[in-house]
């Protein structure tokens, strides 16, 4: 199983882009969004990928993020969105506004995907609306690892960003559950103290614990 690949641009289509990795190219969909956030040919990039196998089909998918790949996962897991709805989605709203649409339950934001219908769109938020939190705090806490191109051997090593003082598992969490929210679009002060107030019932909350404890401090009343 193919789960990311790093190398030089060799081809850009209008789906999909050719990845020259050490002399074997791989040709990998990519949504509109991605391709546009893509270096032009002879650029080096790296993409999550996720490869869909079927009796007909064999097929490699890049996302730019771990947290759009897994949002990718989710979607196809729904019954009636195949992978191209799923990029259609995704290409559409990118991966911040996916799960900003699905956690508010926002399925118009869903329906406006091209090919994506208001049944489809609402058993998405229906049946993922639960499971938003937990990729919402992976998409907080995702940090890119910077890469340097090497000359030598034409190919992209990469280089861990250098190591930040660590922080209680407390503060990290509370840190990243309110970057999630700010993505949502609530105000500082209200995520601040929603995250605040749920991390003071449950101390030990991880961040996914902290979006979800918080989401329903904030959701309306009545």
Not at 78 to 107: E, H, N, Y
Not at 139 to 146: L, N, Q, T, V
Not at 175 to 187: E, I, R, T, V
């Amino acid at each position: 199983m193919i789960g990311r690949l790093s190398g030089r641009i060799d081809y850009r289509g209008i789906d999909h882009v050719l990845i020259d990795v050490r002399g074997v190219g791989y040709i990998v969909q990519v949504s509109e969004r991605t391709l546009s956030a893509l270096p032009p040919v002879g650029g080096f990039a790296a993409l999550w990928t996720e490869m869909i196998v079927r009796e007909d089909l064999m097929q490699l998918i890049g996302f730019m993020t771990l947290a759009e790949k897994e949002w990718h996962r989710l979607l196809t897991s729904v019954q009636g969105v195949g992978a191209k709805a799923a990029m259609s989605i995704l290409g559409t709203l990118g991966p911040d506004a996916t799960g900003r649409a699905i956690a508010l339950g926002d399925w118009a934001a869903v329906k406006a995907a091209p090919g994506v219908g208001p049944k489809i769109a609402q058993r998405v938020v229906n049946e993922l609306k639960d499971k938003a939190p937990a990729v919402m705090a992976m998409g907080a806490s995702e940090a890119p690892k910077p890469a340097l191109h090497d000359d030598d051997d034409d190919e992209v090593i990469e280089r861990p960003a250098p190591t930040a003082p660590r922080t209680a598992p407390s503060a990290s969490a509370q840190s990243d559950a309110l970057s999630a929210l700010s993505n949502l679009g609530y105000g500082p002060g209200d995520a601040a103290s929603a995250v605040a107030q749920a991390a003071g019932e449950d101390p030990e909350a991880e961040t996914e614990a902290l979006i979800r404890a918080a989401l329903r401090l904030l959701a309306p009343k009545g």
